[in-house]
């Protein structure tokens, strides 16, 4: 099984910067892809970036140009480089990672999801 930890939410201003971190563990297995969603109260959790092993990266429209993700394979550790924050940004961050996990005569593909990190823009 994986474990996902999220660190790096808090309180910003509008047009600060934060940067999120998720780092997983667990026993064997192998991250397919890595990515960031986010939930604000009373809507429903949406897509913010994700990154493929590979690097191929994909954004939420609302983020292109403002946020970058990045991952680091090696340590099994994807980041969220946020900046030009926003009100409207505020939301729970989610960390997931699809894995292949490697059991004693099986492999099976997995959706893993973090705690979640607050992130809140305010002035």
């Known amino acids: 099984q994986v474990q996902l930890v999220e660190s790096g939410g808090g309180l910003v201003q509008p047009g600060g910067s934060l940067r999120l971190s998720c780092a997983a563990s667990?026993?064997?297995?192998?991250?397919?892809?890595m990515g960031w969603y986010r939930q604000a109260p009373g809507k429903e959790r949406e897509l913010v970036a994700t990154?493929?092993?590979?690097?191929?990266?994909n954004y939420a429209y609302s983020v292109k140009g403002r946020f970058t993700i990045s991952g680091d394979n090696a340590r099994n550790t994807v980041y969220l480089q946020m900046g030009g924050l926003k009100p409207e940004d505020t939301a729970l961050y989610y960390c997931?990672?699809?894995?292949?996990?490697?059991?004693?005569?099986?492999?099976?593909?997995?959706?893993?999801w973090g705690q979640g990190t607050q992130v809140t823009v305010s002035s």
């Open positions: 997931n990672m699809e894995t292949t996990n490697y059991y004693s005569d099986y492999a099976a593909v997995e959706n893993n």
């Open positions: 667990g026993t064997t297995f192998r991250v397919n892809r």
């Open positions: 990154i493929t092993s590979r690097g191929q990266t």
